[in-house]
């Protein structure tokens, strides 16, 4: 069986691509042995990729407003106790001055799908973030928008966009979505963005209600083949206000293992260590990092924003997820080999 799970780990390392089957059996055969057998394996491509470096991005809460109602977000339409908020242009104008001076050069502005902010707003933002920070990059993360509107905002300067895929099941979707949300508009917006020329991100929650391995193994083979610039991936985790607020949370190992595989299939992707994983382990940023990620994401949003924009319970925003504790950062990775760097972080060829 071990023998077995090895062999295909270097089919993996070696050919970048496994079957749908050899992927579930990956899945299946996670345990804490394979899961540093795949990390090893993992930080070694990164190192000829990137060597030491970690790159951090500044994120920027903008909204909490959303017009979605996803199942498992706290900041889903129909949470009536959720607070909302939105930033002004000025707010997240003063987040990118803050996070400049703090040494980040990529500014990641994610919200929910809030229609306060039209093509117009946006584009005036990114041309002014631009034009003050013309060596930083914009990565937007707002949800599904039409073609023409990725369209106008790649060419006002965005340079990158995340969109999770959220699963590559059709049934799953539909059991985590409201009918007017399909994976079918899903994978054809982030085809769209790629097609405009974005470094595009996908992801998914590991956990989320309902997955499988057989999902989750769908999840790895559409990464495979849609070939990311990026892929955000976390542990789902329970909000008290959703109809899954009594279900487990995600695996932090099993998370990890599966940031090693991504990396192994592509070694250039950038991966974040994502705060959700931080979340459920104080040293969830340091477990994906050594698991093979290469992206950390401190908030940068004024403290009221950061309270307001949950997701999911008991979200961390201290620690490694506040900008303001950097120099901690930095710290925290070179005490396991790797270093922070002041640069834009685009995708290495
Ligand atoms: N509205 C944008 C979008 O849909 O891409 C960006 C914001 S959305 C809230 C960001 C991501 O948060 C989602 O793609 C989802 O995977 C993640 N998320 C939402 N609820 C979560 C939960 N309960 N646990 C873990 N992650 C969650």
Known sequence: MKERLIFIADKLCKNHSLTLEEYAELIDGYDASLAELFAKRAREVRKEVYGKDVFVRGLIEISNYCKNDCFYCGIRRSNKTCERYRLSREEIL?????????????????????????????????????????????????????????????????????????????????????????????????????????????????GSPGQTTQMLAKDIKWIEAFQPAMCGIGPFIP?????????????????????????????????PATTALATLDAKGCEKGILAGANVVMPNVSPISAKQKYELYDNKAYGGSEAAKNVEALKKRMEAIGCRVVTDRGDVRL
């Open 94 to 206: 003063s987040c990118c001055e803050e996070g400049y001076a703090l040494g980040f050069r990529t500014f990641v502005m994610q919200g929910g799908e809030d229609a306060f902010y039209t093509d117009d707003f946006l584009c005036d933002l990114i041309r002014k973030v631009k034009e003050s920070y013309p060596d930083c990059a914009v990565t937007l993360s707002l949800g599904e928008r039409g073609k023409e509107s990725f369209r106008c905002l790649f060419e006002a300067g965005a340079d990158r966009y995340l969109l999770r895929h959220e699963t590559a099941d059709e049934t799953h979707y539909a059991s985590l979505h409201p009918t007017e949300l399909t994976l079918q508009n899903r994978l054809q917006a982030l085809r769209d963005l790629k097609e405009i020329g974005y470094q595009t991100g996908c992801g998914f929650m590991v």
């Open 239 to 271: 909000h008290h206000a959703t109809r899954f607020a009594n279900d487990k949370a995600g695996d932090v190992g099993l998370t990890c293992y599966l940031l090693s595989i991504i990396r192994l299939i592509k070694p250039n992707i950038l991966l």
